[in-house]
């Protein structure tokens, strides 16, 4: 097959989208296909046949700890073009028999690309356009979830200005976590257990967007579950050696220590697997996906979000949780192909 494998971007995220990409495209021509690693958003000035064999550059498998300037990605853009699609990039899609999404956060994960892409005729790997842009919404996707009997942590939208801080900071309660509406990788997350800590982590949201989720803390286990193919994955669970799981500790390696299978009960694996996939369904979602948790000590799943693109880095969860059942990274990745075109073809 002829695969475009589509990075990079204009997001918060897109170093851990390139390093996905570049595994991905790796894999794919090991299996024998034709795959072309393109960047989104800078595009490329040669979109022929010659993409499909172009070297994969290897620095971009390496993701910094902090995350990219974006003002020095829009610099570098050749055209100075504001079209989120770089030049020659639809070209290129237009060339293959199938798009691999290896993008991450806003303008990727979020249902706009899988809308264009609908609108074209391409195909491509993951959720249709509608989940996406569910799941993308942390306060959507809580209220489509917590009616179905997911525990779910209280939470609050909250719209705001810096004005208005002072006033949010000394309402709120605290423990709690503060989280922009629609970021992933933990970026802009904070964890806050006292007032000085809410207010900063209020200012800080702003530089995501007036709007930010902030949910009640709980303490626990956090434990990840992936699904293919409609079913649950073996949980793994994350123990970071500082901190809680931020951007760093998700990147870097060695800064957390990962087990998969998770050292649970057997009744905790198949609660979190049903809560998993009660939040896959009820956003409609298809062919793969990572729901996170917090599992207290008496076994409950706390639901705190579900990825439509889990990562595909050389740290990421969701290739240990296929690998603990025996599938290696470039099946997973056929594998996604495989269902996600008949996902296509049956208007999912």
């Not at 605290?174 to 904070?190: D, N, T």
């Not at 998969?260 to 009660?278: D, F, N, Q, S, Y």
Request: charged share 20%; aromatic share 6%.
């Amino acid at each position: 097959m002829k695969i475009v494998v589509l990075a990079g971007g204009l997001s918060d995220e897109r170093n851990v989208s390139l390093s996905s990409g570049c595994k991905v495209c790796a894999a794919l021509r090991e299996r024998g296909h034709q795959a072309a690693l393109i960047d989104m958003y800078l595009g490329t000035d040669q979109p022929s046949e010659a993409l499909f064999s172009a070297p994969i550059p290897e620095e971009l498998t390496k993701i910094g700890r902090q995350a990219p300037d974006l003002a020095a990605v829009r610099a570098a853009r050749t055209d100075g073009g504001e079209n989120r699609f770089g030049p020659g990039v639809l070209e290129a899609c237009r060339l293959a028999d199938v798009v691999f999404l290896g993008l991450h956060g806003t303008c990727g994960e979020d249902g706009r690309v899988q809308a264009a892409l609908d609108l074209l005729g391409i195909p491509y790997t993951g959720a249709g356009y509608l989940g996406s842009a569910i799941a993308m919404d942390k306060d959507l996707t809580k209220r489509l979830a917590a009616p179905l009997g997911v525990a779910t942590p209280k939470w609050e939208l909250v719209r705001y200005t810096a004005e208005e801080i002072p006033a949010l900071t000394a309402r709120l309660e605290v423990p709690c976590v503060v989280k922009p509406v629609a970021s992933g990788s933990s970026i802009g997350v904070s964890v806050v257990h006292d007032r000085d800590a809410l207010s900063a982590a209020l200012t800080q949201c702003l530089d995501y967007g007036r709007v930010c989720v902030v949910e009640q803390y709980i303490a626990g286990r956090e434990i990840q579950v992936g699904i293919l193919e409609d079913r649950a994955l073996p949980s793994i669970e994350i123990v970071p050696k500082e901190g809680f799981y931020d951007y760093e500790n998700k990147y870097q390696p060695g800064a957390a220590e990962e087990f998969c299978p998770a050292p649970i009960p057997e009744e905790w694996e198949a609660r979190l697997g049903k809560a998993a996939l009660t939040v896959f369904h009820a956003l409609g979602l298809s062919v793969y996906s990572r729901a996170d948790f917090i599992v207290t000590e008496d076994g409950t799943p706390w639901f705190l979000e579900i990825n439509t693109l889990p990562g595909m880095t050389p740290t990421s969860l969701l290739p240990q949780e296929a690998a603990a059942v025996g599938i290696g990274y470039g099946e997973l990745c056929e594998r996604i192909i495989n269902a996600s075109l008949e996902a296509r073809r049956a208007g999912k």
